[in-house]
């Protein structure tokens, strides 16, 4: 059965391999999710859209995880755990999945695909990345109402 944690594992390898080889044709990388996800249209909507959200929000993902990360630069974690790092953020962000969810899901998978410390390292960051998150949607509801 293939599942929206399973969606984001197809999504980690595409990142991976845009890391490691950035000049991958982006059609290729599509047609990978697609048969990686049996063609299940929900399913790859849901990855083409989490890839396409860390892509274009690349850079200002790395520059909230770079400010949580304490003493971590990015390009400095490994890169499993900073493309694991990268869906999370743009998902709380982003994607419309509660927080708590997706720091979850991407516990699981950092489980699964990292080191044996990947689980606390993107449990850390993310727990910050979270709070701050929802303290900034906070003020701006507060701004709104006030």
Known sequence: MTTRRRAREVVLQV????????????????????????????????????????????????????????????????????NILRMSTFEMMHGGVPGRVSINEAIEIAKRYGNRNSGQFVNGILDRVLREHEANQAAEKEVVSG
């Open 15 to 82: 990142l991976y391999e845009e890391d490691v080889n950035p000049m991958r044709e982006l059609a290729v990388a599509d047609a990978f999710v697609s048969k990686r996800m049996l063609h299940n249209k929900p399913l790859v909507a849901f990855a083409q859209q989490l890839l396409r959200g860390v892509r274009t929000h690349r850079d200002a993902i790395d520059e909230i995880l770079t400010k949580h990360a304490a003493n971590w630069s990015v390009k400095r974690m490994t890169t499993i755990d900073r």
